[in-house]
């Protein structure tokens, strides 16, 4: 697709949002405003999405621009179950959306739809209760961009009719994309990981259907070296790799039209720091040191979403890592955003899974407004990241 398609697709998802319209209703629209921008005559929009540049060894200026400053509310779930009614502090999606809107995020990334029974609106699992949250997006110039929702591990009438239905609720919300918090398969066998390309080809072509991307997210095993060469086990599986990881193997065989990742970048400098090395089919052992920022440069369109969570160096843990606010880690953050290319194009998502714990000085602090306190903290050095 090139820059001036895909610029009037997001006009026209922009204009639907305005206007309160599926993305499948847009589809037809989107023909004619990618037309329209061909000749010079699309018009402007409001949260314009940068189209992939190159960064040049002399580039300078933001990494992350203002419009791609997201958050997981994963990373505030404490604060979205907290009952209103026990507490004076943001509590639900409604005044949590407010209060992350005041820090200054703009893109929300969603971790299911449950709140507190006694937060306003209630069970918000429901088309009404995505129209609900829509509004409250809106009221508060926030764009969603995704949820880490359940992606079917079977390929069925009923499973299909399910994924429509979360996709039917992601166009109310107003995504881009959709996804799951959860690597395509948690194997390290190639036969399995053959079964998730083919599953989630069929799923990103009808994501498709709907306007959508689809996205898997992934944890540090999925860098790991895939099981694809013998000698085979008692069972008949291999024992040995050809020295691809699962990942790199998945992006090889899945469609780069369908089928997108958000990489946590925490879990790939943990997999970095954890998977140096694999025997290879003769028994030697092979060094291959994994890069992050490089898988991401060679194919960088395919990763629209990133977690931007940073960890501290702990040589002492299995992990080498240990999650803390972003800024207080030891992740260059810098060097990554430079490296990856399509500056302004990914969509970065502050993530810090113990939030509601751990602070700026990697200790644990158990007051009750912590994960917004962290969030504010993260926010401001996430915008503050140049290069």
């Given at each position: ?89 943001p509590s639900g999606f409604k005044e949590v959306l407010e209060e ?39 009221d508060n110039g926030l764009e969603a961009e995704g949820n880490h ?239």
């Amino acid at each position: 697709m090139d820059e001036l398609t895909e610029q009037a697709e997001h006009d026209a998802r922009v204009l639907g949002r305005s206007l309160g319209l599926t993305r499948r209703q847009l589809l037809a629209a989107t023909t004619g405003m990618a037309a329209a921008a061909a000749v010079g005559l699309a018009g402007g929009h409001t949260h314009a999405h940068a189209a992939p540049a190159a960064a040049g060894p002399g580039a300078n200026g933001v990494l992350v621009p203002p419009g791609k400053r997201g958050i997981i509310l994963y990373t505030v779930r404490d604060a979205i179950s907290r009952d209103p009614n026990t507490t004076d502090l943001p509590s639900g999606f409604k005044e949590v959306l407010e209060e992350l809107a005041r820090i200054g995020f703009k893109q929300i990334e969603f971790a299911g739809y449950n709140q507190h029974a006694n937060a306003e609106g209630g069970n918000l699992n429901s088309v009404a209760g995505a129209q609900l949250l829509r509004t409250w997006l809106d009221d508060n110039g926030l764009e969603a961009e995704g949820n880490h929702g359940s992606i079917p591990s079977t390929i069925t009438d009923a499973t299909l009719a399910q994924f429509d239905y979360a996709c039917e609720i992601a166009n109310i919300l107003g995504f881009g994309h959709i996804g799951t918090g959860s690597d395509p398969t948690s194997s390290a066998y190639l036969a399995d990981w053959q079964a998730a390309a083919d599953r989630w080809n069929v799923l990103g072509e009808r994501a498709a259907t709907h306007g959508l991307k689809l996205y898997t997210h992934n944890h540090d095993a999925a860098y790991s070296f895939l099981l694809d060469s013998g000698p085979l086990d008692a069972t008949g599986r291999p024992t040995r790799s050809s020295g691809v990881r699962r990942l790199e193997w998945f992006l090889q065989n899945t469609s780069p039209d369908h089928v997108y990742l958000e990489m946590d970048i925490y879990w790939a400098h943990v997999a970095q720091y954890r998977f140096q090395s694999f025997t290879a089919p003769d028994g030697t052992v092979v060094q291959d040191l994994f890069d992050p920022a490089g898988l991401v440069a060679a194919q960088t369109t395919r990763f629209p979403l990133f977690h931007a969570k940073d960890g501290a160096s702990r040589p002492d843990l299995a992990a080498g890592y240990s999650i803390v606010p972003f800024g207080a880690g030891d992740i260059d953050y810098t060097t990554f955003f430079q490296r990856v290319g399509a500056k302004g194009y990914h969509n970065a998502m502050y993530e810090q899974d113990n939030a509601a714990q751990v602070n700026s000085d990697r200790l644990t602090a158990p007051s009750p407004s912590l994960s917004l306190e962290n969030s504010a903290y993260s926010y401001a050095n996430v915008a503050a990241l140049r290069g």
